[in-house]
């Protein structure tokens, strides 16, 4: 079983910035792609950003194309999301999440295999 734990989150004031980390263990040769997904009070979760573990392919849902930036660092094991100009409508509990197969789309999130216990990332205005 692959284990995720995230870090980073915290209370920021809107046009801040933030940087989450994802920390992998076991057997993380198993992975195909890590993602951050996102859920606000009373809202349904939603995916935020992925990367590729081999190629580092990237993808973005179109709120965060330009202010987030996904990039890993395999030697470490560790997938980070640099938050920049953050919103209040950016504030939600972040999760990491990673699948083992490249056929589950990015935004399928209960088809993705593994899961993060979350970090709060607050805006303020």
């Known amino acids: 079983q692959v284990q995720l734990v995230e870090s980073g989150g915290g209370l920021v004031q809107a046009g801040g910035s933030l940087r989450l980390s994802c920390v992998a263990s076991?057997?993380?040769?198993?992975?195909?792609?890590v993602a951050w997904f996102r859920q606000a009070p009373g809202k349904e979760r939603e995916f935020a950003a992925s990367i590729t573990w081999g190629a580092g392919i990237t993808h973005y849902t179109d709120s965060v194309k330009g202010r987030f930036t996904v990039s890993r660092d395999n030697s470490k094991r560790m997938v980070y999301l640099q938050m920049n100009n953050l919103r209040p409508e950016d504030t939600a509990v972040y999760f990491c999440?990673?699948?083992?197969?490249?056929?589950?789309?990015?935004?399928?999130?209960?088809?993705?295999?593994?899961w993060g216990q979350g970090t709060q990332v607050t805006v303020s205005s």
């Open positions: 999440a990673a699948v083992k197969s490249a056929a589950v789309p990015v935004a399928a999130a209960p088809r993705w295999d593994y």
């Open positions: 076991g057997p993380t040769y198993t992975i195909y792609r």
